[in-house]
């Protein structure tokens, strides 16, 4: 004999689109963000982006902050290509780049930290010469 077994179609659909839509709205916050904040970093004048040319200014951590800048760095493996929203930290014996205002991707790990800061000034005399690719 058959047992006969009673999905309810309706309710599994439900849960179906709910966690789709799910989905879609977090891909879609990340990608707002983004959008956002290259919109914001775009509309700064050239008139104003020229006065803060030269401005930078250092956290206690180390974390070196030039405004509007968009330099793409590569591992030194070339694995990985981040785009450089204008922050750079040393954390351990990680090079950090800021990749958006509140977001820190690690780059590379070195062998000590010394290592790591001496590449972490590489990248920032890169941004000062106005480079657009830097290969670490």
């Not at 000062?128 to 290969?135: A, H, M, P």
Request: hydrophobic share 40%; glycine share 4%; with cysteine.
């Amino acid at each position: 004999m058959e047992e006969n077994k009673n999905f309810d179609l309706d309710s599994i659909m439900d849960e179906l689109s709910s966690r789709l839509e799910d989905m879609i709205e977090d891909a879609l916050i990340d990608q707002i963000d983004s959008a956002v904040t290259c919109a914001v970093q775009d509309a700064m004048p050239e008139a104003l982006g020229e006065s803060f040319s030269d401005f930078e200014f250092v956290l206690k951590d180390g974390t070196i902050v030039r405004p509007k800048q968009h330099m793409k760095v590569f591992s030194p493996d070339k694995s990985k290509l981040l785009i450089c929203y204008g922050g750079l930290r040393v954390d351990g014996s990680s090079l950090m780049i800021q990749t958006r205002i509140s977001s820190w991707e690690n780059i590379a790990y070195y062998q000590s930290r010394e290592e790591a800061i001496e590449a972490l000034l590489k990248v920032k005399n890169a941004m000062e010469s106005g480079v657009s690719t830097f290969e670490l």
